[in-house]
């Protein structure tokens, strides 16, 4: 049985009645094991405050977690704590798990991507030796591939991408194309996704999973494509406090852009004048900032927040915030995404997918600030989508839209074609005059001899 407890952040998840902390207390009651998941080191410090004797696993102070975490289950001690990225390679048996309830605070992304490219002259593996490939019976255009033990030395061991594509926790999905180049070419690229293997779920005595919203989330997504069955015991409720949402509208029908990475070089007018908006909007007061590695700090009254804030309370106080990270996948795992939110949610292809990714991580972001405290907040957005979002999230939204001086742009004419005749005749200017006419156009000649 794997319940779900979906309120809203703030709303006692943790702390609350029915809350993660609670059930730990109740398994360590009546004599049962926990092991909780969450998503940083941060939260394991902050959740082993409340229980004496448990036993924290942390890459900052064990070198093999694994190691570590198979002793600690083995040895079955009541409390166990580790982090998200802890639990998705884990490797423990049914046995060992039946004696345990899994708890899970907030939701993990069960789908991950790997690029891998090689060229003619690199000296790299024999992927003939390594790869074990099957059809895919999910999906028609992938094969699965299982790559045989890798891990030999130094180096592998040392490697993310070797440990990531080894792990027995993931099924690897290459495109059947691109790996039969892989197999019989010495130069090219391929694209890998990963998917979590839901087997990661099985055997424990119970699952719990702490996620406000879970119906908005990737493993939401992942649990309706395998068919993994769950409860919600607990339903969201939107948020009552006020938000005042801040965003440029376009004054067209659609109401604004999307945003994406690329458009901070196409169409960096717009975020010029989106920072300058919210800028002048917040003044001299300290704001939260969510943005790409590439955008440079703005101001000093700015505090940068990570992707990944779940469960942070450093931000309480602040009482604006500034969403504008662009976070869209890889064109080939978009696709991959959307398809699945298409068949399995029956719901459009990319607000699914830009719910799970963009909205929920703004979301998560958005609830470290003041409205923790059940204070109203203003939060400046530059992604039209993000606007409807939001609502999906508060009751009380208050639109404070503005429009952009889009800049003047002269589109160019289009020149009419040469006439054989005209091409014809500044061939033979160039041949006569190689030099005069050296690295001029066709057209440049004949204007040349115009003037």
């Known amino acids: ?10 709303a006692g998840k943790t702390h609350g009645k029915n809350g993660t902390i609670n059930r730990i207390k109740y398994n360590r009651a009546a004599n049962e094991n926990s092991l909780i998941v969450l998503p940083s080191i941060k939260l394991v410090d902050e959740y082993a405050k409340n229980f004496s004797r448990s036993f924290k696993i942390t890459s900052d102070v064990t070198g093999n977690v694994q190691a570590e975490l198979q002793t600690a289950i083995t040895e079955m001690y009541d409390i166990v704590i580790i982090t998200h990225a802890a639990f998705l390679e884990c490797e423990i048996t049914p046995s060992l798990k039946r004696n345990y309830h899994l708890i899970i605070d907030e ?26 490939s099957n059809i895919s019976w999910q999906e028609p255009e992938y094969s699965t591939v299982m790559f045989d033990d890798m ?35 010495r130069q090219f690229k391929i694209n890998i996704i990963q998917e979590l293997d839901p087997m990661l779920l099985s055997d424990w005595s119970s699952v719990h999973v702490a996620a406000a919203m879970f119906e908005k989330t990737f493993m939401h997504m992942w649990f309706k494509k395998h068919k993994i069955r769950f409860t919600i015991t607990e339903a969201f409720e939107k948020h009552t406090e006020t938000l005042n949402v801040y965003y440029p509208d376009s004054g067209t029908y659609d109401g604004g852009w999307d945003w994406s990475r690329n458009k901070k070089t196409t169409m960096a007018w717009l975020h010029t004048e989106f920072k300058d908006h919210f800028s002048k909007t917040i003044g001299d007061t300290k704001y939260l900032r969510l943005k790409n590695n590439i955008d440079l700090r703005h101001s000093d009254w700015e505090t940068s927040c990570p992707h990944n804030a779940a469960g942070s309370n450093d931000y309480k106080e602040i009482e604006s915030v500034v969403l504008e990270s662009a976070l869209n996948p890889s064109p080939e795992m978009g696709k991959w995404l959307q398809d699945i939110a298409d068949t399995y949610l029956n719901q459009d292809q990319d607000k699914g997918v ?13 609830m470290r600030c003041c409205l923790r405290k059940n204070l109203p907040a203003d939060v400046y957005v530059i992604d039209r989508r993000a606007v409807s979002q939001l609502c999906d999230y508060f009751d009380n939204v208050n639109l404070c839209d503005w429009i952009p001086t889009t800049p003047r742009t002269i589109k160019p004419t289009k020149p009419t074609a040469l006439t054989s005749a005209e091409r014809v005749k500044a061939k033979r200017l160039k041949d006569k005059y190689p030099e005069k006419y050296a690295g001029l156009k066709s057209r440049e000649i004949l204007d040349s001899i115009k003037k």
């Not at 993310?160 to 197999?183: G, Y």
């Not at 830009?354 to 958005?366: D, E, F, I, K, N």
């Open 1 to 10: 049985m794997i319940t779900i407890d979906s309120r809203r952040c703030g």
């Open 354 to 366: 830009y719910a799970a990714r963009t909205g929920y991580t703004y979301y998560q972001v958005l």
């Open 151 to 185: 891990l030999t030395n130094s180096v592998t061991q040392n490697s993310t991408f070797i440990r990531d594509i080894s792990s027995r926790n993931w099924v690897n999905f290459i495109n059947t194309e691109s790996l039969n180049k892989m197999l019989d070419e």
């Open 107 to 132: 939701a993990f992304d069960p789908w991950r991507f790997h690029e891998y490219s090689q060229e003619k002259k690199d000296q790299i593996f024999d992927w003939n030796k390594l790869v074990y």
